[in-house]
């Protein structure tokens, strides 16, 4: 498609021809001396054997080098850094035809090559260490590429660390080369057709991976046990964690009988629980319907009994209704569902199912209760709301209730009376940041290292952001932001509690209780601003990094007393000693933690007119990475500067 190098092919006449020399001369002068660009070339040659059916690449031209002079080209989808190729990015221009790696060999400064969202189709192209051995990032995903890839088609691979072959397919095993390149960190092959069993990955790089949607099978292997249960949905048949473990039976899953077998043994089971359920219904019925609430708890073992008793003690007394009959005990037990999307029950599910004291917060209590179905769930007690109208709080409550983000706890449902309220919400199996920053390591619990601290802030930074789009007129769209109402959940990712709770809380006990109220701008003017929070934010940051709890969140308010422990320790102490021992300081992280901490104690900037708004903190979160340097064009040039 595009002519061999016009001045290359006119030099070798000159010699016999002094008017083509002279051409030839004029060619050279006007090309800027293109056609001796060895990239240009390649380039062109490149591009001769795409299909590009839109012309997306008509500015790859002799007319200008690719990279000339500076690290912005003139030529569609090359990124250059210090005047060689550094970036091949050709997404979404309908590509197809061969992708001729031998021309792509020639340029020695190639590190990442995207070809996402394009029309190629056929094999996988040879890519190995002969050619693109330096390659740090190949993204292939979103193509119609299909077939077995070959064995060895990553052999050698030594700086891979990116693959993404997504949404393709792709038929047949994992390649073997791909099992064993030694710096991988992000494979995806989510979407595509690949099976057999997935082999135990030879690196301990590996952070990101995605199976999903493939005809795998099998036992996932140990390695990748902590992993998200997502890396492997849509799955032909896989076990083991994350996911259910495999069946006992040695025999393989593939044979038919077996499957045949197990679901019919998950039938009988299902069967006689169903049986089970139905006789214990009637044998309930038959009994008197006020018996005293004792006798339930008699009637339990004596383990349960305590901390049973302790959530009925705690929950709504019927100390109202003198008669236990049903017409009185109904409306006394209806609890008010927020959201439609969750299971139903009332606060009598929740009173029979063996509950568990979570802790006792500031407020009150909160109870970890499980219901019948299996699901666990969260009652939170409040007594300190007494002050708000009915009306006003269900209101409030409804709101709450129509808010959803992944890095917010949901609130489920609420019970109300006059002197108490109940807020229940899901449960979130690893507990709370407070837990994992300050009390585990007793428990051997690996301390939370620097990538999913700083996973945890960023989620954490993203809910107050969707808090504040959806309550923009309360003060404190959170409010009560802390360590131990960051929940986290199986992968880590934290979920905010107890936010958007200023409203209908008493004001004298959100005086005492609330970390708003802890802030430098209430201690001194009183008041709570929509920085407030950012304040809050900066804290936590402080925390998590140092891994020591802001004292003065212990002191139950002192008006006046504007002393902010942690910061000033943080400002006090020299270089890295500042962050958390538990926490590995690795040389090439360090600079990143200490942005986030210069973030930190930004946010924690006393004076609230001087502090930044929570949008520009956010900006500034996103741009912190795990590590300096990235290795692909979805990070910034300063980066890359990094990377040779
Ligand atoms: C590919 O296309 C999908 C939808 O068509 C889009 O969501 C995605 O961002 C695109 N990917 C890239 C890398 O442009
Ligand atoms: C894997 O990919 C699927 C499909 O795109 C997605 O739903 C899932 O969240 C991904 N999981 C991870 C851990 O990336």
């Known amino acids: 498609m595009a002519p061999p190098s016009l001045s290359s092919s006119l030099s070798h006449h000159h010699g016999r021809h002094p008017l083509s020399f002279a051409i030839a001369l004029l060619v050279m002068a006007y090309s800027t001396a293109a056609g001796s660009n060895p990239d240009l070339d390649a380039l062109l040659k490149f591009k001769s054997s795409l299909k590009d059916p839109s012309g997306a690449l008509s500015s790859w031209s002799e007319s200008r080098p690719p990279c000339h002079n500076s690290d912005r080209s003139t030529w569609t989808g090359i990124i250059c850094f210090k005047g060689s190729i550094w970036g091949l990015q050709l997404e979404n221009k309908g590509l197809g035809g061969l992708i001729d790696v031998d021309s792509l060999a020639h340029l020695k400064s190639l590190r990442t090559i995207s070809f996402m969202n394009n029309s190629f189709d056929g094999h996988i192209p040879t890519i190995n260490r002969l050619r693109l051995g330096y390659l740090k990032a190949l993204y292939l995903s979103n193509n119609m590429f299909s077939g077995d890839i070959p064995d060895s088609t990553f052999d050698g691979m030594q700086s891979l660390k990116k693959l993404h072959l997504a949404n393709n397919q792709f038929t047949g095993k994992i390649p073997n080369s791909i099992v064993q390149l030694p710096r991988l960190l992000d494979l995806r092959m989510e979407g595509n057709d690949f099976s057999g069993a997935i082999p135990d990955f030879v690196q301990n790089t590996l952070k990101v991976l995605n199976l999903s949607d493939n005809a795998f099978e099998g036992s996932i292997p140990a390695r990748l046990s902590k992993m998200d249960p997502s890396s492997f949905s849509g799955n032909k048949a896989l076990c083991d964690a994350p996911l259910a473990p495999c069946p006992a039976s040695p025999s393989p899953p593939d044979d038919p009988w077996t499957s045949l077998t197990w679901i019919i043994i998950i039938v009988i089971v299902l069967a006689v629980i169903l049986l089970a359920l139905i006789i214990f219904i009637l044998l309930n019925r038959r009994q008197p319907r006020d018996r005293s609430p004792g006798s339930l708890e008699a009637a339990s073992p004596p383990s349960h009994l305590q901390k049973r008793a302790s959530l009925k003690e705690e929950l709504p007394s019927r100390q109202g209704s003198p008669t236990h009959s049903t017409t009185s005990r109904k409306p006394d037990t209806k609890l008010t569902f927020v959201r439609d999307d969750k299971e139903r029950f009332d606060l009598q599910d929740l009173l029979k199912a063996s509950a568990e004291i979570l802790g006792s917060g500031c407020f009150g209590s909160s109870y970890k209760a499980a219901l019948t179905s299996g699901t666990m769930m969260v009652v939170k007690r409040f007594r300190q709301m007494n002050n708000v109208g009915k009306e006003e709080f269900q209101e409030h409550m409804r709101r709450l209730g129509r808010l959803s983000h992944p890095n917010l706890l949901a609130l489920v449902a609420y019970y109300y009376r006059k002197e108490e309220k109940l807020l229940v919400s899901e449960f979130v199996s690893r507990g709370s940041l407070a837990v994992h920053l300050h009390s585990n390591h007793g428990k051997g619990q690996p301390a939370l290292d620097w990538p999913t601290r700083l996973k945890i802030i960023k989620g954490v930074t993203k809910g107050l952001l969707y808090l504040y789009s959806e309550l923009p007129t309360v003060t404190a769209p959170h409010g009560h932001l802390k360590s131990s109402n960051v929940l986290l959940n199986h992968s880590f990712e ?47 940051i402080l925390e998590v990094l140092t891994g020591k709890f802001p004292a003065n969140f212990l002191q139950k308010g002192h008006p006046g007393n504007q002393e902010q422990d942690l910061v000033k320790w943080v400002k006090a102490v020299e270089g890295d000693a500042v962050f958390d021992k538990e926490m590995k300081v690795l040389p090439s992280c360090e600079s990143e933690m200490m942005k986030l901490l210069r973030i930190g104690l930004e946010c924690c900037e006393a004076d609230v007119e001087k502090r930044m708004e929570l949008k520009d903190a956010a900006d500034r979160i996103a741009e912190v990475k795990e590590k300096e340097v990235d290795d692909d064009f979805y990070s910034s040039y300063s980066q890359a500067a990094d990377v040779r």
């Open 494 to 540: 934290p979920l905010l509690h107890d936010y958007g709770l200023v409203p209908v809380i008493n004001q004298e006990s959100a005086k005492e209780l609330m970390v708003s109220y802890k802030s430098p701008e209430y201690l001194k003017n009183a008041r709570i601003t929509k920085k407030t929070d950012v304040w809050s934010l900066g804290m936590l």
